[in-house]
C-alpha cells in the first residue's frame, strides 16, 4: 500500500531524462467542462500556474492540492507533479511509438504535454495548448 502512495507522487524513471526547453513560450488551459480553471505557462524555461478569473469566482469546484491559494500566482523551475502525473512511462513500446510518429522531441516537456497531457486518467481536466 505504501507503495501505491510513494508511486503516486514520483515521476516514472522514465521521465527523468525530460527537460524544460527555455527556448519555448507556451500556455496551456486547464478546463473542466465549461469551466476555465486556469493555465500554465511556461516563459524562459519557467513554468507559472494561476487560476482562471472564472474559477477564483466559483466555489463549487475546489482548488488544485498543488495550487491551494486561488489568488496565489504559482511559478518553478520544475514542472508540478500534478502536470508530470499526466504523461505516460515513455519505455512503453506504443507510447515510443506515438513520439517517433509525431517526430517529436522525447525529452520536451512542452511537445510530450502537448501530444499526451489532454486527458488523464487521474483527474477530469481537460490540458490543452492555447499557443
Known amino acids: 500500500m505504501l507503495n501505491k ?5 514520483t515521476k516514472p524513471e522514465s521521465l527523468n531524462k525530460i527537460k524544460t526547453p527555455d ?3 507556451v500556455i496551456f488551459k486547464l478546463h473542466f467542462k465549461d469551466l ?15 487560476y ?13 492540492i498543488n495550487f491551494p491559494d486561488k489568488l496565489k500566482e504559482y511559478n518553478s523551475e520544475d514542472l508540478w507533479p500534478f502536470f ?10 506504443e507510447i515510443k511509438a506515438q513520439i517517433k510518429k509525431n517526430n517529436i522531441d522525447e525529452e520536451n516537456e512542452v511537445e510530450l504535454l502537448n501530444l499526451f497531457a489532454k486527458k488523464s486518467i487521474s483527474n477530469p481536466f481537460i490540458l490543452e495548448l492555447q499557443s
Do not use: A, C
Open 5 to 9: 502512495f510513494i508511486n503516486i507522487f
Open 23 to 25: 527556448n519555448i513560450n
Open 36 to 50: 476555465t480553471i486556469g493555465y500554465l505557462s511556461l516563459n524562459n524555461g519557467k513554468w507559472n500556474f494561476k
Open 52 to 64: 482562471s478569473t472564472e474559477f477564483i469566482n466559483q466555489d463549487l469546484v475546489k482548488p488544485l
Open 84 to 93: 508530470i502525473s499526466r504523461l505516460p512511462g515513455l519505455d512503453r513500446p
